[in-house]
Structures are given as C-alpha cells and as structure tokens.
C-alpha cells in the first residue's frame, strides 16, 4: 500500500513582472520641468547699436552747429547746393546784385508753408528795392522740393527755391537747427538773409523756429 502525499506543493514562478502602479506613472510623466530663456544676445546687440546710432547723430548735429552764425559784413560761403534737378547748382557766393534767401526748416511743414507766399505775392514790390532774386532754401531733397514748389507757386515762375540736402550751407552759415525731435536731423534755422555781390547785408533769424516773425516779407521790405 502506497501512501500519497494530500496536497501539491506549490511553484514559485519568478518570470512575473511587477508594474508599477498608474498612480506612480501618472505623477512621474505630469512633472514639467521649467523652461529656462536664454538671453537674446542679437537683441541686445541691436539696442547696443541703435543707441550708438542715435548718440552719434546727436554728435554729428552738435559739431554742424558749433559753427557761428553769420552776421552782417561776412563773407556768403562758398558752398554748392542743388536747385530746379539733380544735375543744376547754385553758389549765392558768386550771385552779382541784391538777393535774398528765405530759409526754412522744412518743406511742407505747416510754418514754413505760411512763410514762403508773402515773398511770393510781393516777389514786384522786392524787385522794385533792388532784388535781384529770392531764393526759398531748405533742407530736403530736391525732388521734396519741387513738388512744394509747385504746390505753393504752381506755374509762377518768379521766387527760386533750392535744396540743401547735405546740410552743407546750414553748416557754413552757422544756423543749424537741431529739429531731431520733429524732421529726424538737422535742418536750417527760420531766417532771411540778404546778400549782395557775396557780402551779407542783413541777416533776420527767428528766436523760435515755430514762428514767422523777424523773416516775414514785410519785415525783410522794412530793410531794403
């Protein structure tokens, strides 16, 4: 007689994975980590340069203005600038006679558009003093300065009008106006300046660039 064991041993099986728990799972892969910016070294770089920029046309303004301003007996600078295109130029150093030259700041800019049309409409009246020719000059391109031209004299031809478009007669003359803040650059003080045979004869500028006050055509009449 054999005797069977009652009960079956049991088999361990140790190939069983043991997983970890979603819980685990969920709160390892949830975890951000934080995003770190780096510095932008070409924004930085731009700013550096635009600074640069602007801190040297504010130099370049104060060396054009560090000239001093004309004044009655001096010389008329000896200095080219464009009139009627791109290929014609003046030089009031070597005009003969009386004439007279209206400086704006700006053309089209509201004060000076208000300056400019007593010369125009009086443009007999001077000529009856003497005058030669009136020359409007601004700091603009000549093609800007056409087109006011047309705007304000339409097909007059009588008063001139002239492009200083570098600044070199501004500079020569010692009327630079720092006008960074409204034109972007420097420009040409408000003014009349009367010259004859190359000299300086009279010269009117205004205490404030926004008004016409001393350069008015009926005061620069009261010179001649």
């Known amino acids: 007689m054999s005797i069977k064991p009652s009960f079956a041993p049991r088999v361990l099986r140790t190939n069983r994975l043991i997983r970890p728990s ?9 975890s951000v980590r934080p995003t770190v910016q780096t510095p ?4 930085y770089r731009m700013a550096s ?8 046309a504010h130099s370049a303004v104060a060396s054009l203005a560090s000239a001093a301003p004309i004044k009655v007996g001096d010389a008329v600078p000896d200095v080219d600038i464009r009139i009627n ?4 130029k003046v030089n009031f150093s070597k005009l003969p006679g009386k004439n007279i030259l209206v400086l704006v700041p700006g053309a089209f800019s509201p004060t000076c558009s208000s300056q400019v049309p007593g010369y125009l409409e009086q443009f007999s009246t001077f000529q009856s003093k003497g005058v030669k020719d009136i020359y ?3 700091v603009n391109d000549m093609f800007v300065v056409n087109a006011w031209k047309e705007k304000l004299a339409g097909d ?5 009008f002239a492009a ?8 020569k003359l010692g009327l630079v106006l720092d006008a960074q803040a409204i034109f972007g650059g420097p420009r040409l003080k408000r ?7 190359g000299k300086v004869v009279h010269v009117a500028v205004e205490p404030s660039p926004g008004e016409v006050t001393v350069s008015h055509a009926d005061e620069v009449l009261k010179t001649l």
Do not use: P
Request: net charge negative; charged share 25%; hydrophobic share 50%.
């Open 22 to 30: 979603s819980v685990v799972s969920r709160s390892i892969t949830s």
């Open 40 to 43: 932008l070294v070409k924004q």
């Open 49 to 56: 340069v635009l600074q640069a920029t602007a801190k040297a």
């Open 85 to 88: 295109d791109l290929e014609d």
């Open 136 to 138: 409007v000059v601004a």
């Open 156 to 160: 007059k031809n009588t008063v001139k």
């Open 164 to 171: 200083d478009d570098t600044s070199a007669l501004a500079a």
């Open 191 to 197: 003014g009349a300046v009367v010259i004859e045979d």
